[in-house]
């Protein structure tokens, strides 16, 4: 299976700034996926990242606020801009296995203040 | 109504007991079904994956699906401590539905030695 490296796997940063999260893929991967994780609640479908093309963005989340690149297939960054407390969640990265499975990285734990 | 409804817990057992997770849906047109496993301060891990109704076994792990009910369940026989972990179900249409994948809010599980 794919091994994802996630960083930074937490962070504190202040409300009106921006933090951007990377994530490497150790093998080429058509589709990347952010979620976000909220305490109590599912994991929440940000986008869909394809390399080539604009991120494919959620009911509820917009490319303003959560920007997206994808330089290549092993590669993608998420960006929380203009955080607010609200934006205090983890962040996930993924993949899609070949049997519809997503694999993981460890997440970004952020704190906004 | 949520697409998916799994009870948060926590669920305290004695070590070696027989867990049981469950999750109900109501999109019968999901195609595939999912448990992940995930520990504090890491990403989900994929646990079991079925397409079809009837029960999956994976070591002390047993995946049950009933498509008609629309419930799914995950058994974990012989507890460990280190089954201590949060349990999502996942499930998902397949590729005419765009892999479209709903998650479980989570069950923490805690094993007691």
């Known amino acids: 299976s794919a091994v994802i490296s996630q960083k930074p796997s937490r962070d504190i940063c202040q409300r009106g700034t921006s933090l951007t999260i990377q994530c490497q893929v150790d093998?080429?991967?058509?589709?990347m996926f952010w979620y976000r994780q909220q305490p109590g609640q599912s994991l929440t479908l940000i986008a869909t990242?394809?390399?080539?093309?604009?991120?494919?963005?959620e009911s509820g989340f917009v490319i303003d606020k959560f920007p997206i690149s994808r330089p290549n297939l092993t590669f993608s960054t998420l960006t929380v801009s203009n955080m607010s407390p609200e934006d205090s969640s983890i962040y996930l990265c993924?993949?899609?296995?070949?049997?519809?499975?997503?694999?993981f990285g460890s997440g970004t734990r952020l704190t906004v203040v | 109504q949520k697409e998916v409804e799994q009870d948060p817990g926590p669920l305290s057992v004695p070590e070696g007991a027989i867990v049981s997770l469950n999750c109900t849906y109501s999109?019968?047109?999901?195609?595939?079904f999912m448990w992940y496993r995930q520990y504090s301060r890491k990403g989900p891990e994929l646990l079991m994956y079925?397409?079809?109704?009837g029960n999956k076994e994976d070591g002390r792990f047993t995946a049950q699906v009933d498509k008609s009910s629309k419930y799914i369940s995950l058994f974990i026989r012989d507890s460990q401590p280190s089954d201590s972990a949060t349990y999502l179900c996942?499930?998902?249409?397949?590729?005419?539905?765009?892999?479209?994948?709903?998650f479980g809010a989570g069950t923490r599980l805690f094993v007691k030695a």
């Open positions: 990242a394809n390399q080539g093309s604009e991120a494919t963005y």
């Open positions: 996942a499930m998902g249409l397949g590729q005419a539905g765009g892999f479209k994948t709903i």
């Open positions: 079925t397409y079809s109704s």
């Open positions: 993924s993949v899609v296995r070949g049997d519809y499975g997503y694999t």
């Open positions: 093998s080429q991967v058509t589709m």
């Open positions: 999109n019968s047109a999901f195609q595939y």
